[in-house]
């Protein structure tokens, strides 16, 4: 029997199914619940042939209930449903007893409609006692048809009920028109309850507008409004109909692309849409008084992939969260597809982001405890070192300490997961304090034993600047290791500084009167990047690396990577390149004559130890035109 999950289900066709199921499966009588759907009415129970004599529904019972409401392993879903023969020996039926047993009810089969976590009703069939009493009650193949039949009827009720969300203007994002995400996440649940085998991939995807604040703040919510307008148009000339974009709140859409062919397809999509923001969003001069008509916004998205039918909707977009979290983390303006995480916080449980956030806000409490007394576990907090290099000489000419942070567990945790949490309890200011010392210490034992003579930098965090004693803290550090100021340089982003402008230029003008070094992290992220250029004294620019990650591809980046570092020369700054990881990169910068690079090609932050050795042999090529890696 083939079920039809376009034509709108009544009341009167889901009677007569069961009644064709129930005949289907020689069944004396059947049972259809179909459960309340979120804001809806009530449930419905349909019944054909043989049923119990009670008075409240039979589902009520616990037997029921527990099927219901239990979620399913997955191991029940590949197995056969199980009969519930000889009613009058369990236990917990036997309020029921009599209610079977006076119309000669004799064995049960329960079958929940679900697919995932999500169970929408269930179906249960009855039989009276058979003759001989000890034959099998139900076949293998009896079993089997009911579980697809069940399956089935699954599905045409989640079409039907998706069909109906669809037509309800509730189920909309107001803004946008797009599904919100109580319907996307229907629509999802019910393509990968379709997904038929190993044959197909579906793709969910989260994407998120990077740094997308900075327009509802520095230009206004109104534009900010028009802009997520703008995306969503976009994102859905982008794709093809099948896929489907909701929009999941603020600044992030959800994206579900069923029927893909392979992992492969997962890819050439994703890129497609990381494309489709390379091109400005225009619109009316006057709109928001902004002296053009386009703006640029770039997004980064996180990715989760479902192979098999029936996979849990939930887990899927936490999956998908997760990869967007991890494709900020590493650098916006990219994709990660989900895979399993590397840094977990316990092997086992500990899943929900809540109660990862208290492990993290737990952990920086005992470090800061540490940190007070001076007696900080170095296998909890550690500093990871990663050098700047000449560009025309290969030589080291900088060094940039990274936080890490260890858990229990010896798993390293990246500053981007704990720093943000840092700064709201507060332990920031410990955590910076022990930062700059630990960098200074390190750079005198090398300064000490020979290793070259180039600046060590740190990372200031928002709170550090706002620390009345932060001036005061440094100099007493430089004392204590006897570390000349000049080996010294702070990193502040853009962002920071423009949170409180005048603070900035006064505590870095500050440290500029001491003789450290200063340098401005993140460039070309901000918002208003040339005021502050103007204002704060500085002695390198450091360009984001969203901006070199696109330079092979995007024309657009190199241009702006080419303005920054010509920018940067005119006042007189140092331009320092991010995130650099290819030759080509690098030989870009080589030709657009930047100043210094940092990234992978030459070394990924590693422990002091470990980076000893390339900073004994001082360079990382002879020869310009020769291979970095020498
Ligand atoms: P940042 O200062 O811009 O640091 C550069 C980040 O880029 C580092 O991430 C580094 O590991 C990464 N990176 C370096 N080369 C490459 C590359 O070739 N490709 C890619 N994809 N990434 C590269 P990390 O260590 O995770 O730090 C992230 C951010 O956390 C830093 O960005 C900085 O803003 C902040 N941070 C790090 N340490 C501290 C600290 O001690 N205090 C404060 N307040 N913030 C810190
Ligand atoms: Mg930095
Ligand atoms: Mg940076």
Redesign the pocket.
Known sequence: MKMSCSSPSTSEIKSKLLAHITQALQADGGRLLILAKPLARRAQVYTYGLQPQTTTPIEKNSVWQDILYTEATNDRASNLPDPIDRIAERQLLKPLFAAFGNVGIESLLILPLRSDRQCIGCLTLFRSAPIPPQAARWTDEELKLAQSLAAELYLAVMAQRVAQMCGNRAYYDVLTGLPNRLLFSQLLTLELAKIPGDSEVLATIFLGLDRFKNINDGISYRFGDRLLQLIAERLKNTLDDRAIVGRWGGDEFAILIPALADRAAVNIIADRVLQCFDLPFMFDRNFANLKTNSLYIKSSMGIAIATSRGQDSQTLLKHADAALDRAK???RNNYEIYSTPTYHLTPVGATSVAEHRLQLEHMLDSVCAGLAGRAIDDRQLLL?Y?PQIDIHTGKISGI????RCQDLYAKLI???DF?PIAEETGS?LPM?EW?IRTACKQKKSWQDRGFGNFPIA????VK?LQDRHLIETIIEILAETGLAPAALEV?I?ESIAIKDLDLAIAILESLREIGVKISL??FGTGYSSLAILKYLPLDRL?ID?SFIRELHANTVDAGIVRTIVNLGHELNLKVVA????TVEQLEFLRSINCDTV????FS??LPAAELETTIAKGSYWQHPSSHPYN
């Not at 940039?400 to 936080?403: D, H, I």
């Open positions: 983390h590493n650098g990871h990663q940039e300490a990274l936080l990246n500053p981007a720093i920031i910076g930062v740190v990372n200031f965090s550090q990193e982003t992290d993140d450091k690396r991010e995130g650099v990881e940092q990234g992978f090609l990924r932050p």
